[in-house]
């Protein structure tokens, strides 16, 4: 993660003492005073690929298969003084020619036509530059307030910039870190907007028809917001969220959080983990209430407001021996009543744009339950929705010229799955339709000359079973790779 990204920091005062014994200490030498320069500077330059089963009438590997993209990110700092510093970002996203003979989309929308047109249609491949880090941040009283302001990234239960693609989603928020007592974070955050592209990186900039259909906006470049946190419902507002998070030991952690998505929603996420002889041990509940945008709202079709509460708890164990780490996790998601739908248990600032490529218009972003799947996100919470999932990961350590080898595999299984706002999306499921889905993930990973590695294979099998009767089964296969240089 790349320094000026941090924006949920913790200021650490250091301090030292010297006792003296019945003899007085001899007066050391003064050191040499070092000079540092207030500048500091970092990034990555990466490399994805990607290709699978799914595209009717393309083999693995063909170009109408295939998904690649590069992309450089930098950040640079200045420290005003010991106490401020500014922080500034650009990601770059291009194909470096690949759509010419090797891949046919990429891992984000990029270019002037991102988002083409309201009929939906995509412009795949293009170029772009965009500023997603732009921020000062200070600490006052001794390192025990720390607050950030402008551009930046998040890492909270229910808004968070996700790090599964090749750029992440950023936000411009205003956010405050205390710490008034010793292993207590109070935490105040103002969010208003969110800056992404692609279908799983909202571009926040969209509009939408009279159904109150997400559409998407012409012609938007769409890497920076410009209408607020939760367009999508024609509300511009932000969003707040407050939190407490308090270490009991050094092993065990709690921590509260609540969300004010400005009249559309409330939430509450209360999480706690512990490590115990080898073992880890996590418990999870979320709740997110309507509001009252969403109260007041009525389908036009079904004459009715469909909109329900949400609720979800989870729960995992894991154990670590030498190299090997091993877990297990379930989690259930409140049914709704037939002909309702609720918000899904998932990133809020992410889930009105679609679950990504491959899984678009099942209207949910990744989620922080600790069963989330390791690609096909956007299930597990969803309305009714349980999921068991269990994983391992054994680190090989060097491997001749290789560093840090390990080898990962997660299973995940998803269960009558609803889909939020369903009926609203042209290609949606129904209120009442489900989706199981199992997946089968197995990454190897490396370090080689500086480069990290990673080369994932996943299996997927969906069901949709429809609440009138029937149902379909698609089945693919998928292959990624992850080349990542950081500098």
């Given at each position: 993660m790349k320094f000026t990204k941090l924006s949920l920091v913790a200021a650490i005062a250091v301090s030292s003492a010297f006792a003296g014994g019945d003899i007085a200490p001899v007066e050391p030498a003064a050191a040499p005073v070092v000079e540092t320069s207030p500048w500091t500077f970092g990034g990555d330059a990466k490399l994805y690929y990607k290709t699978n089963s799914s595209v009717a009438g393309a083999s693995i590997f063909d170009q109408a298969a295939a998904q690649g993209q590069a992309a450089v990110s930098a950040d640079i700092g200045y420290?005003?003084?010991?106490?401020?510093?500014?922080?500034?970002g650009l990601t770059g996203l291009a194909t470096l020619g690949l759509d010419d003979s090797v891949v046919s989309g990429v891992w984000l929308y990029a270019g002037a036509d991102a988002i083409d047109n309201p009929a939906g249609s995509f412009t795949s491949v293009g170029d772009a530059l965009w500023i997603d880090t732009l921020n000062i941040t200070g600490t006052m009283f001794d390192?025990?307030?720390?607050t950030v302001l402008g551009r930046?990234?998040?890492?909270?239960?229910?808004?968070?910039?996700?790090?599964?693609t090749i750029a992440q989603n950023t936000f411009d928020a205003a956010v405050a870190l205390a710490n008034p007592i010793d292993n207590l974070t109070l935490v105040a955050a103002y969010i208003y907007d969110g800056n992404g592209n692609g279908p799983r990186i909202t571009t926040f900039d969209g509009v939408t028809n009279a159904g109150g259909v997400y559409t998407g906006e012409a012609s938007a470049g769409g890497f920076t917001g410009s209408s607020g946190y939760f367009p999508v419902l024609g509300i511009d507002k932000g969003a707040w969220a407050v939190a407490a998070i308090y270490n009991f030991t050094d092993a065990i952690t709690g921590q509260a959080w609540y969300y004010d998505v400005m009249d559309v929603a409330q939430a509450v996420w209360v999480q706690a983990d512990a490590k115990v002889s080898g073992f880890t041990l996590g418990a999870q509940y979320a709740w997110i209430g309507t509001d009252s945008t969403l109260e007041n709202k009525t389908v036009t079709a079904l004459g009715v407001n469909p909109y329900e509460d949400s609720s979800a708890w989870a729960a995992k164990i894991g154990y670590g021996i030498d190299a090997l780490n091993v877990w297990a996790a379930y989690s259930d998601v409140d049914d709704t009543a037939a002909g309702k739908t609720a918000i899904s248990v998932s990133n809020t600032a992410t889930m009105l744009s679609g679950a990504g490529w491959g899984n678009s218009g099942k209207h949910s972003g990744q989620s922080k339950l600790y069963t989330e799947a390791w690609w096909n996100y956007g299930y597990v919470g969803q309305a009714g929705a349980t999921t068991v999932a269990v994983g391992a990961d054994y680190t090989l350590g060097e491997v001749s010229i290789f560093k840090?080898?390990?080898i990962s595999a997660q299973y995940t299984s998803i269960k009558d799955a609803k889909e939020f706002l369903a009926p609203l999306g042209a290609a949606g499921l129904g209120f009442d339709d489900t989706v199981d889905l199992d997946e089968i993930a197995i990454v190897l990973g490396t370090d080689v000359m500086g480069l990290n590695a990673q080369i994932a294979y996943i299996a997927t099998e969906e069901t949709t079973n429809l609440a009138a009767g029937g149902s379909s089964t698609d089945n693919t296969d998928e292959i990624q790779l992850y080349l990542t240089y950081k500098f």
């Open positions: 420290a005003i003084n010991s106490n401020w510093k500014v922080n500034a390192g025990k307030l720390t930046q990234a998040l890492d909270t239960p229910l808004a968070f910039s996700e790090q599964w840090d080898t390990k």
